[in-house]
């Protein structure tokens, strides 16, 4: 036997559909804009335009992503907002004195027991020429290092990624 719908599940129903048709609309344009590639219909082929003309702007950069944890393994006290600034001001500055940004994060990780860790966490982001990889890499890995002991982490994620920057 067929149910009738309620009145609050059609407009739900509604909802969500033209939500999905403008998602599927306006997929093409962002996806050209991502990766500078023409699409065939009209739209994307004006987004491709505009993504050309400004694919080329900026230097190659390397962007780095460093996800720091504040909880302690050993069941201390977590780092606190003090202590890791003054992390950064000591350890991370003097290296990157052109900039940096840093996030505040929520975050969970599987620790070395098999545990479900979920922590309040730091995004440090630093980004610098392509052509100072190999020795930016000496100091991010120092910082990774030096994090690690003072606070008694198992370690400190790291992301890098290639990008342009103009400033």
């Known amino acids: 036997m067929a149910r009738s719908l309620s009145r609050t599940t059609r407009t739900r129903l509604a909802v969500a559909g ?4 403008a998602l599927a609309v306006g997929a093409p344009v962002a996806y050209a804009s991502l990766d500078g590639e023409a699409r065939p219909s009209s739209s994307a082929a004006s987004a491709a ?11 190659p950069f390397t962007e ?4 720091f ?12 907002d003090k202590q890791f600034m003054a992390f950064i ?11 940096l940004t840093i996030q505040d994060g929520r975050g969970q990780w599987r620790d070395s ?10 995004e440090l982001i630093l980004l610098y020429p392509t052509g100072e990889a190999r020795k930016k890499d000496v100091l991010i890995e120092e910082i990774r290092g030096d994090y690690e002991k003072a606070f ?5 994620a790291r992301l890098d990624e290639r990008t342009r920057a103009d400033f």
């Not at 505009?50 to 702007?57: D, K, N, V």
């Not at 780095?64 to 996800?67: A, K, N, P, Q, V």
């Open 18 to 21: 033209a939500v999905a048709a």
């Open 49 to 59: 335009s505009t993504t050309a003309s400004t694919a080329a702007r900026g230097k």
């Open 64 to 67: 780095t992503r460093l996800f």
């Open 69 to 80: 944890g504040t909880e302690r393994p050993d069941g201390g006290p977590a780092v606190t």
């Open 89 to 99: 001001d000591k350890e991370v500055t003097p290296g990157f004195p052109d900039g």
């Open 113 to 122: 027991n098999g545990r479900i860790e979920r922590e309040r966490s730091y």
């Open 152 to 156: 008694a982490q198992d370690s400190v």
